[in-house]
C-alpha cells in the first residue's frame, strides 16, 4: 500500500508523541499504526524486520520506526521516522532535566504519567496477544518462546544469547530446499560506501569533540561513554540500565543513586525509547551542582547524536539485505524460530513493565533463578484498578490507543490528586 510522504510525516509525528511505554509498548504501538491499520507492512515484513532489529544493538523500536521508513520512502523517510520517534520524547526529557536541576523532583508530572502507565501495560498486552496469534503456528514456536521468556525472565541470561540461540535452532533444523531465486542480492559495494558514510556522520565530531576538549573533560568523556555504549547495548533500555547506572554512578560519581532512578522514571513515563535516561544522565553529569543548564543542554545533544546516529548506519546498511536474507531457507527458518522468540522477549518486557508499574518495588532475587519478584508491601491497588479499566476499554470497548492513553492520563490524575487531597 503506497502512501505520499507528507502523509507518512504525520504518521511518524503521531506515533513519536505516543511512543510510551519502552520498547513493549512501542512495538505495539508500531504494529497496530503500520500493519493492522495501514497495512503499510505485511505481518510478515513487519516480523522479519523486528527479528531484524532485535538482533542489533541500541532501542530496536526506534530502529523498526526507522526501517518502516525506509521501505516507505527511502532514507528520507527512514529519517524522518527514525527521529520524529525520538525527538518528541528528547525534548520533553529535556524541559524535565532543566526542571529537576532547578527544582528537584516534579509531583505533578509524577502524577499526570501514571495513568498513562497502567494504559501502556494495556496496549501491550493487547499487541502481545495478536502477535502470539500470527507468530506462534508450530509446536516448536511455542517451545522457543516459553524458553526464551524462561531465560530473561528467570534466569536473567543476556539478551543477544537469548535470540542467537533462538536462530541457530531454527537454522539447524531447517529443512534443506532450494534458495528462493525471486530477491535479488543487494549490492555489497553500495552496503560499503553506506557503512563508511555513516561511519564518518557518526565518528568524526566525537573526534572533533575530544580534540577540541581534551579527553578528560566531562564532554569528551560523556561521548566516548555513549558511542562505546551504542554498540554493546543489545535488548534496549533494560540491558543498558546497570551498566550505565554503574559507570556514572560508582566510578564517576555524576550521579547519586536517587538521580539515576529519578531520571530512570521520567524516561520511563515519558514518549520514546527509554534509552532517553541517558539524555537526563548526561544533562546532569555536564550541569553538576552549579546547575550550569548551557553546559547540560549540550551535553545532551551529544547523548543524542552518539546514541542515536549509529541506529541510522545499521538500519540503512542492513535493511536492503532483510528481504534478501528471509528468502534463504535456513536463514528464513532461522528468522522463523527468532520471531517465535521475540515472542517471549516481548512478553518479558511486558510482564517486567506490568511488575513495575503495579509494584512499587520490584527486585530479582538470587542466584541460582534471579527471577523478577516483587515486594507485596508496595502493591498499589490504584495500579491495578487503572490497569484494568484501561484494558477493558481497549480490549473490549474497542477505544483506541489515543483514547486509552487519555482515559488513563485523566484517570490518573483524578486519582492522585485525589488521594493527596489536591481537590
Known amino acids: 500500500m503506497t502512501t505520499t510522504f507528507s502523509d507518512a510525516f504525520k504518521v511518524w509525528t503521531r506515533i ?4 510510551f511505554g519502552g520498547p513493549a509498548g512501542q512495538i505495539a504501538l508500531l504494529h497496530k499504526e503500520i500493519v493492522e491499520e495501514r497495512k503499510w ?24 520506526a526507522t526501517y518502516c521508513g ?74 522457543l518462546a516459553a524458553a526464551a521468556f524462561l531465560a530473561l525472565f528467570v534466569f536473567a541470561l543476556p539478551f543477544a544469547l537469548v535470540v542467537l540461540a533462538a536462530g541457530l535452532i531454527g537454522f539447524v533444523l531447517s529443512s534443506p530446499t532450494p534458495n528462493d531465486g525471486t530477491v535479488t542480492k543487494p549490492p555489497v559495494s553500495e552496503t560499503i560506501r553506506t557503512v563508511a558514510a555513516w561511519l564518518a556522520i557518526w565518528l568524526v565530531p566525537l573526534a572533533a569533540l575530544m580534540l577540541a576538549l581534551g579527553p578528560g573533560h566531562v564532554q569528551s568523556e560523556l561521548a566516548k561513554l555513549f558511542s562505546i555504549l551504542a554498540v554493546v547495548t543489545f535488548g534496549g533500555a533494560y540491558s543498558v540500565l546497570a551498566s550505565l547506572g554503574q559507570t556514572v554512578v560508582e566510578q564517576m560519581g555524576w550521579l547519586t543513586t536517587e538521580q539515576m532512578m529519578d531520571g530512570f522514571g521520567l524516561a520511563e513515563t515519558t514518549p520514546g525509547p527509554l534509552i532517553l535516561v541517558g539524555q537526563f544522565v548526561a544533562f546532569t553529569a555536564a550541569a553538576g551542582p552549579e546547575k550550569a543548564l548551557g553546559q547540560g543542554v549540550f551535553a545532551s545533544l551529544v547523548f543524542l547524536w552518539m546514541t542515536f546516529t549509529p541506529c541510522f548506519l545499521w538500519i540503512f546498511a542492513g535493511a536492503p539485505w532483510i528481504e534478501y536474507l528471509s528468502s534463504r531457507p535456513r ?87 485525589a488521594a493527596t487531597g489536591l481537590f
Open 41 to 64: 507492512l505485511s505481518e510478515q515484513e513487519f516480523l522479519n524486520a523486528l527479528n531484524f532489529c532485535m538482533l542489533l544493538p541500541g532501542p530496536e523500536a526506534m530502529q523498526l
Open 70 to 143: 525506509w521501505r516507505l520512502h527511502g532514507v528520507k523517510g527512514g529519517l524522518a521516522a527514525g527521529l520524529l520517534f525520538v525527538l518528541p520524547g528528547a525534548v520533553v526529557i529535556l524541559a524535565l532535566s532543566i526542571l529537576y536541576a532547578l527544582f528537584g523532583q516534579i509531583p505533578f508530572i509524577q502524577a499526570a504519567f501514571f495513568g498513562i502507565k497502567c494504559a501502556v501495560v494495556a496496549i501491550v498486552l493487547e499487541a502481545l496477544l495478536k502477535i502470539a496469534k500470527r507468530a506462534l503456528r508450530r509446536p516448536m514456536d511455542w517451545v
Open 16 to 19: 513519536g508523541l505516543l511512543s
Open 331 to 417: 536463514l528464513k527458518s532461522a528468522l522463523s524460530a527468532i520471531t517465535a522468540a521475540v515472542t517471549g522477549v516481548i512478553l518479558n518486557l511486558a510482564l517486567w513493565f506490568a511488575l513495575h508499574v503495579i509494584f512499587a518495588k520490584v527486585e530479582r532475587l538470587p542466584d541460582p533463578a534471579p527471577v523478577w519478584w516483587p515486594d507485596p508491601a508496595t502493591f498499589d491497588p490504584a495500579a491495578l484498578a487503572l490497569t484494568i479499566l484501561a484494558a477493558a476499554a481497549l480490549l473490549f470497548g474497542k477505544s483506541g490507543i489515543l483514547k486509552t492513553l487519555a482515559l488513563g492520563l485523566c484517570a490518573g490524575l483524578f486519582w492522585r490528586f
